[in-house]
């Protein structure tokens, strides 16, 4: 089942699926679980990598300089050497190691691509194709450990995106402490609850109109 398989059981996803129809029992709303392992492959920064690695690289050879380590007389081209050495380890470490390359990439551009790569799958997935428009995309992107949930224009218009916030911290903090499918399937049913809250009751004709099925975005690392 793709990436999904590698972060959670069988039974997980079996109980975060109950999650999603038994909080469809009550409203009319349509919950659509996605996971993606990371929102972008981030391999841009493996240049960032490399402009560190230049840099240590350089300073090891200051400090060598500065604490009197002579076996030899340092030269132009042992410095060259070494930031040209520490560039290409800053560059290939990162370039194999996806966490490492995580850790380098600024908060502000993980945010940029979730947002982006949240409203993509909120289109791939037709989250809008619902007769009334209340479908809901809960976008979960496991390794930067962000959560979007994007409702469509008839929940957007009545429950503030205020109110969404405990729904994402639920699954924030589930994640954090190891407690991924606890966080989540307290996430579906919270928004169950908030639907039902601001009076999107379940009709008598309502139909399932988008899949129960948990969406696997897989992996860019």
Same mark, same amino acid.
């Given at each position: 089942?793709?990436?999904?398989?590698?972060?959670?059981?069988?039974?997980?996803?079996?109980?975060?699926?109950?999650?999603?129809?038994?909080?469809?029992?009550?409203?009319?709303?349509?919950?659509?679980?996605?996971?993606?392992?990371?929102?972008?492959?981030?391999?841009?920064?493996?240049?960032?990598?490399?402009?560190?690695?230049?840099?240590?690289?350089?300073?090891?050879?200051?400090?060598?300089?500065?604490?009197?380590f002579k076996s030899?007389?340092?030269?132009?081209?042992?410095?060259?050497?070494?930031?040209?050495?520490?560039?290409?380890?800053?560059?290939?470490?990162?370039?194999?190691?996806?966490?490492?390359?995580?850790?380098?990439?600024?908060?502000?551009?993980?945010?940029?691509?979730?947002?982006?790569?949240?409203?993509?799958?909120?289109?791939?997935?037709?989250?809008?194709?619902?007769?009334?428009?209340?479908?809901?995309?809960?976008?979960?992107?496991?390794?930067?450990?962000?959560?979007?949930?994007?409702?469509?224009?008839?929940?957007?218009?009545?429950?503030?995106?205020?109110?969404?916030?405990?729904?994402?911290?639920?699954?924030v903090q589930g994640m954090k402490?190891?407690?991924? $499918?606890?966080?989540?399937?307290?996430?579906?049913?919270?928004?169950?609850?908030?639907?039902? $809250?601001?009076?999107?009751?379940?009709?008598?004709?309502?139909?399932?109109?988008?899949?129960?099925?948990?969406?696997?975005?897989?992996?860019?690392?």
């Amino acid at each position: 089942m793709g990436i999904l398989s590698r972060y959670f059981s069988t039974t997980d996803l079996t109980e975060i699926k109950l999650a999603v129809q038994e909080a469809e029992k009550k409203t009319s709303g349509e919950i659509v679980p996605y996971f993606a392992e990371a929102s972008h492959h981030y391999k841009e920064w493996n240049w960032f990598g490399s402009f560190i690695g230049g840099g240590l690289g350089g300073f090891v050879l200051f400090l060598m300089d500065q604490f009197g380590f002579k076996s030899w007389d340092y030269g132009a081209l042992d410095s060259v050497v070494f930031v040209w050495s520490g560039a290409f380890i800053g560059y290939i470490l990162p370039y194999f190691l996806s966490g490492l390359r995580l850790t380098i990439v600024p908060f502000g551009a993980k945010k940029f691509f979730v947002n982006l790569k949240s409203k993509e799958a909120f289109l791939e997935e037709e989250v809008f194709r619902t007769s009334n428009r209340t479908g809901i995309l809960i976008y979960i992107s496991l390794r930067e450990k962000m959560v979007r949930i994007l409702p469509d224009t008839a929940i957007a218009k009545i429950v503030p995106q205020s109110d969404w916030e405990e729904a994402v911290r639920l699954i924030v903090q589930g994640m954090k402490s190891n407690q991924k $499918k606890e966080g989540i399937v307290a996430s579906v049913l919270f928004c169950g609850n908030l639907l039902v $809250k601001y009076g999107l009751h379940i009709q008598k004709d309502d139909k399932n109109e988008i899949s129960d099925e948990i969406r696997d975005g897989g992996t860019q690392l």
